[in-house]
C-alpha cells in the first residue's frame, strides 16, 4: 500500500508560492527571526502545506506548527474552522501554537521564548 503524501501537496505549491510572496506583516517580521536556523539553528519553513492545510510557519524537526492569528481568527465560524484545523493537525503528531498578530509585535521575546519551550532538544 502506498503511503499517502501529507507535505508540500503538488496542488497546492502555487498558492504556498502566493502566500510566501504577500505574508501579512505580522508573518514578514516574525520570520525574519526564524529563517536561516536563527531560532536555536532549527529549520523553519514558512506557509508549509500539510494535508490541504497551509500553515504559517513549520518545523520539521520538532514536528512544530506555528499560526499567526489576525483579527479574522476571532469570528466565531474562523473560531470553530482553526479548533478542526488544529484538531487534526494534532491528531496526525504536531504540536499546533498560535499567537494573535499584536503578541508578536509587541512582545516579541515572550513569542520566541514559548516557541523554544516547544523545543525538544
Known sequence: MKRQQIHT???LQEYRSELRKNMTPAEAFLWKHLKSKK????????Q????NYIVDFYCASEKLVIELDGEIHNL???IEKDRIRTRRLNELGFTVIRFEN???FDHLPSVLSEI???FNT
Open 9 to 11: 501537496k503538488k496542488s
Open 102 to 104: 499584536k503578541m508578536v
Open 39 to 46: 531560532l536555536n539553528g532549527k529549520k523553519f519553513q514558512r
Open 48 to 51: 508549509h502545506s500539510i494535508e
Open 76 to 78: 466565531p465560524e474562523v
Open 116 to 118: 523554544q519551550d516547544h
